[in-house]
Every structure is written in structure tokens, then in C-alpha cells.
């Protein structure tokens, strides 16, 4: 194990500075390391596997920019794309082919989707979805899944995941009730009471949006013939599937969940790969309900940055570098370092979880397995806390926040994995 990180000097200067003009000094509050009880890291570099904070110290990251960058930081091939594109101007305002090409590489890998649209956020993504899913079914109600994080549009906040879940707010203020009451929150895994709720509103439930596999209340998977029941019982009442992916497409196969699952959803939203780390978003879908968008239909949408050149051609830059071998890998390099977290909790005795789909995991202290947003919650934070700041002080940058996903990137190598092992072995026992 190497020696102990202590000197976060410039970064402590730094977040000062920040609170004097930033909101809790930061631009995301899942930045602000408060479920950690630490103060936040000020990153000034990135390559391959590590980031570099503000003090020089060298960490290896499992959070990737929470998930896009599937090959790592920086990159040659996506940093060059980038730089193309950079000489030929930051924005248009108006179209290019590098659009079409990155919509005809997701419509390739994703059956489901005929028709898509470029956004700048999945935010923005998922409201333009669920505007669509009202329009097409002419019905109001959304049903969604707690834990589930799907933006911070203010029909999606309530029981939501990722910084919700980290920071312990109860709801969002500032989402009017009658905004709220439109919105139906269910257990994850749960497909008995999403029959009963249809059953109770069988013609007022537009769409049910789901997470395939949860990534905002820790990793989750679904249980067997979960999202299968629900494409089922959603066909039956003609409301439409949502398969939210902005974290699991292109992380997990070439096609998303939706093609691990082999699931075909009404409506996909994706982000974060399909840029390659640059802000981008896409809802993609049926032809019939996506044209129903501006300027074929009445369905209004618009973003003077959507589709930028930039993220475009480093989404494009992306998309291209993977294959099956990618993947294989990933599972490869995912698997030693989880099944051998797994054998180190088992020789220690600790009340532990992990749990792991394709490159993404989260590992949860509770003895109980997580299977869904009131399991994670059962989750000792405060060991958690200890835990995380001993693993970043010894050079193991984790998500700051008990309910969130971890990540691996094809720059992680083997090497990286037995010293992370080797750091978790010690921080285990002494936590």
C-alpha cells in the first residue's frame, strides 16, 4: 500500500475560494464530498486510468466522469477527434453530417430506435421523452421507480436516486403539487405493484420509465423476467416503455441493457458515451411516436447546442473504438476486481454486497442483499464514509457516495486492479 495522501492543500484553497462564488462551491452536488463528510478534490489532469488533483496526488479513478469514458481519460483517438473538429469551429447553430453519422452508429446498434434526436443533457432527454409520451397517448401519468435518478426535470425528482439518495433530501422544493401528483413512484423489482397501479389507472398512465439496470441507488440489477413483465403489461395497456440508458448504453454491450435483456422499449434516452465525456443527450424511438416532434409534428423540442460538432465527433470517436473484444475485456479486468472483493469479505467476515453488472459496480455495507432503492438505503453510510476516505487517501478514487456506481474503463489494467485489491484488503479490515 503506498504512503497516505495528507496534503490536499490547493484543493482546500480551492473549494474555499468556490463557496464564495458557487452554490456549496461546486456545479453538481454529488462533487461536494458532504456524504463523505470530507471536502471535495479539485482535478487539474487526467490520463488513461488516473486523475491528478490540485496537489499532484495521483489517483486511480473507478469514476470515470460517472461513466463515459469507457476508454479512459484522454483518450488518442477521441482527444484527436476533438481537436479536429475544434479547428473547424465550437458551434454552428445549424446542421452538419457529422449528426447523421452518429445517429446512423446508434440506430445500427440499437434496434429499437428508428428516428432520434440529439439534446444536450438526459435531463433534457428525458423531458422531451416524457412530452412525447403524453402527446402519444394522450394520457398524463408517469410511472416511475424510486431510486431511479432520471434528471432533475420536476416530474422525475420525486424519490429519485444518485444525489438525492447521497444527500438524504426527502423531495425537491420548488415542484408544485400538481406537477408531483402526476408522477407514481414504485419499488424497483416490484412487478406486482406496477400491476396494480395500471390496474387502478388503466387508461391515465402514459409511460413507465425505468432505469434497466439502476445505477443512481448503487448498481441494481433487475430480476429475472422484471423488465420482460413490464414491455408485457405495458403493451397490454398501451402506455409506453422508457428505458432510460444514459448510464448503461454503450457501457454495457454495443446495444445497451435493452440488447443484454433483449427487451425492445417504445422510447431510449442516451448521454454521456454517445459523446464520449462531452455534454450531449438523445431520445430515440418508434418512428411513429418520435415524429411526432417539431417540425414534422406538434410535440415542440429545440436547443441551439444540440448536436454540436464537437461532442459529435468525440461521441463519433467513441462509438467507433468499440467492438465485442471491448467488452470482453471489460467483463475480464470487472470481474478480478469484484470477485475478488468478493473472496477478501468472505475470509474477513464483513457484512458486505457487491454488485456488479458488466463494467459498473457498487459495493454496499449491509449484510443484506440490495435489490432495490429501500435495500441500498439499509446501507451503514458511516462505515461507508471511513471507508471511502481511507481508499482515497492510499490513491483509490471511488464515488463519493454509498449510492453510487463505480466504473471501469478499458486503461484499467491488471496492475491497477491488485493494487486496488491490495488497498481494499487493509482499508476493510480496519474500517
Known amino acids: 500500500m503506498q504512503d497516505v495522501l495528507t496534503n490536499t492543500k490547493k484543493s482546500k484553497e480551492l473549494y474555499k475560494r468556490a463557496c464564495e462564488l458557487i452554490p456549496g462551491g461546486v456545479n453538481s452536488p454529488v462533487r461536494s464530498f458532504k456524504a463523505v463528510e470530507s471536502e471535495p478534490l479539485f482535478i487539474t489532469k487526467a490520463k488513461g486510468s488516473y486523475i491528478w488533483d490540485a496537489d499532484q496526488n495521483k489517483y486511480i479513478d473507478y469514476v470515470c466522469s460517472w461513466g463515459p469514458l469507457i476508454h479512459g481519460h484522454a483518450h488518442p483517438e477521441a482527444t484527436e477527434a476533438i481537436e479536429n473538429a475544434l479547428a473547424k469551429g465550437i458551434s454552428y447553430g445549424a446542421s452538419h453530417e457529422n449528426e447523421i453519422e452518429l445517429a446512423e452508429i446508434i440506430i445500427k446498434h440499437m434496434p429499437?430506435?428508428?428516428?432520434?434526436?440529439?439534446?444536450?443533457?438526459?435531463?433534457?432527454?428525458?423531458?422531451?421523452?416524457?412530452?412525447?409520451?403524453?402527446?402519444?397517448?394522450?394520457?398524463?401519468?408517469?410511472?416511475?421507480?424510486?431510486?431511479?435518478?432520471?434528471?432533475?426535470?420536476?416530474?422525475?425528482?420525486?424519490?429519485?436516486?444518485?444525489?438525492?439518495?447521497?444527500?438524504?433530501?426527502?423531495?425537491?422544493?420548488?415542484?408544485?403539487?400538481?406537477?408531483?401528483?402526476?408522477?407514481?413512484?414504485?419499488?424497483?423489482?416490484?412487478?406486482?405493484?406496477?400491476?396494480?397501479?395500471?390496474?387502478k389507472f388503466p387508461k391515465e398512465v402514459a409511460a413507465v420509465i425505468v432505469e434497466p439496470v439502476v445505477g443512481n441507488s448503487g448498481?441494481?440489477?433487475?430480476?429475472?423476467?422484471?423488465?420482460?413483465?413490464l414491455r408485457e403489461l405495458t403493451k397490454k395497456h398501451n402506455c409506453l416503455l422508457i428505458f432510460d440508458e444514459v448510464i448503461t448504453g454503450f457501457r454495457l454491450a454495443l446495444g445497451g441493457a435493452q440488447n443484454i435483456y433483449k427487451i425492445i422499449p417504445d422510447l431510449t434516452i442516451l448521454g454521456k458515451i454517445i459523446g464520449g465525456g462531452m455534454p450531449i443527450g438523445a431520445v430515440g424511438g418508434k418512428k411513429e411516436i418520435m415524429e411526432l416532434l417539431a417540425p414534422l409534428g406538434p410535440v415542440y423540442q429545440a436547443g441551439t447546442l444540440s448536436g454540436n460538432p464537437i461532442s459529435v465527433a468525440c461521441g463519433i470517436a467513441t462509438l467507433n473504438m468499440l467492438n465485442e473484444e471491448t467488452y470482453t475485456y471489460l467483463e475480464s479486468i470487472s470481474s478480478l476486481l469484484c470477485e475478488s472483493i468478493k473472496e477478501i469479505n468472505e475470509e474477513t467476515n464483513n457484512k458486505v454486497q457487491i454488485n456488479r453488472v458488466g463494467s459498473m459496480f457498487t459495493i454496499f455495507f449491509t449484510g443484506t442483499r440490495v435489490y432495490d432503492y429501500a435495500s441500498s438505503k439499509k446501507s451503514n453510510t458511516k462505515i461507508f464514509t471511513k471507508f471511502f476516505q481511507n481508499m482515497l487517501q492510499n490513491g483509490i478514487y471511488l464515488a463519493p457516495s454509498q449510492f453510487e456506481a463505480n466504473f471501469i474503463s478499458t486503461s484499467h489494467k491488471e496492475e491497477d486492479i491488485k493494487k486496488t485489491l491490495a488497498v481494499y484488503k487493509q482499508v476493510i479490515s480496519a474500517v
Open 112 to 199: 429499437s430506435i428508428e428516428r432520434i434526436r440529439l439534446v444536450n443533457s438526459g435531463t433534457e432527454a428525458v423531458m422531451t421523452a416524457l412530452r412525447l409520451a403524453r402527446a402519444f397517448t394522450k394520457r398524463n401519468k408517469i410511472i416511475k421507480f424510486s431510486g431511479c435518478y432520471h434528471g432533475h426535470s420536476d416530474s422525475v425528482l420525486s424519490n429519485s436516486g444518485s444525489g438525492i439518495a447521497t444527500l438524504g433530501l426527502p423531495s425537491c422544493a420548488g415542484v408544485t403539487k400538481n406537477t408531483a401528483s402526476e408522477t407514481i413512484t414504485l419499488p424497483f423489482n416490484n412487478f406486482h405493484n406496477v400491476e396494480m397501479t395500471i390496474s
Open 219 to 229: 448498481v441494481i440489477p433487475p430480476e429475472a423476467n422484471f423488465l420482460k413483465s
